[in-house]
């Protein structure tokens, strides 16, 4: 069975500013991918980034990177030059076959301008 | 494309009625999935079916029935609601093809109420 946790219920950061969201895991798999999601208001599961777990080079996705520890079970989310848009809840998630995702509770990511 | 279109989008039910919580995509993808969203829970896996025919519990099952008689519909049956069903639910499908493929759609969610 696979766990995740993220330990940050909540988070703030200052517009413009760089804001790193913490994700943990364990698991059985030899061969899982994990993901960042993100969850506006509005309720959609929008897929922020992805990594593979057989690729140590690290994911990036414009102003979004992550942080893969393989060995620490470790999947962080940074977000830099954070914009009034990125405010949302965020999950990570660890997927294994056949499309099953396992996802932490989320960290609500409030953005001040 | 439409995706994956959930119906209804919202619902109130009285404890001990049944519904059944529509989910159809037209992207040809063999894997689909429900989840429930609960507060400070994440989601969770309720059931997934891999092609038609084929389904499998997730971790929480009990209180949900599935079956998959067509590749675009996955249907969710509540025999007999009780409030601890109350959630908002997402179907979710994705392609076969190995772990390259692992993105899941996700429909906009069903949020049901049980009196």
């Known amino acids: 069975a696979q766990t995740v946790t993220q330990s940050q219920p909540e988070m703030s950061v200052q517009e413009a500013e760089t804001v790193t969201l913490s994700c943990t895991y364990d698991t059985s798999e030899s061969d899982y991918y994990l993901f960042w999601y993100k969850q506006p208001p509005s309720r959609q599961m929008i897929l922020v980034i992805r990594?593979?777990?057989?690729?140590?080079q690290n994911a990036t996705e414009n102003r979004f990177s992550v942080n893969f520890q393989k060995a620490a079970k470790s999947f962080s989310l940074k977000i830099s030059d954070s914009q009034l848009g990125d405010a949302a809840m965020y999950f990570c998630a660890h997927g294994t076959s056949y499309g099953k995702l396992t996802f932490g509770q989320g960290t609500i990511l409030t953005v001040h301008p | 494309n439409a995706g994956v279109t959930q119906t209804p989008k919202f619902q109130v039910l009285k404890t001990g009625q049944s519904m059944t919580l529509q989910c159809a995509q037209d992207?040809?993808?063999?894997?689909m999935s429900w989840y429930r969203q609960d507060p400070g829970m994440g989601l969770r896996l309720i059931h997934y079916s891999v092609g038609a025919g084929i389904t499998d519990q997730g971790e929480v099952p009990n209180g949900y029935n599935v079956s998959r008689s067509t590749t675009e519909d996955f249907p969710l049956r509540l025999l007999s609601a009780a409030p601890s069903q109350t959630s908002v639910y997402f179907c979710?499908?994705?392609?076969?093809?190995?772990?390259?493929?692992?993105?899941?759609?996700f429909g906009d969610g069903t949020r049901l109420s049980i009196l």
């Open positions: 992207m040809n993808h063999e894997y």
């Open positions: 979710a499908s994705s392609p076969r093809g190995g772990y390259s493929n692992q993105p899941q759609h």
């Open positions: 990594q593979e777990a057989y690729k140590q």
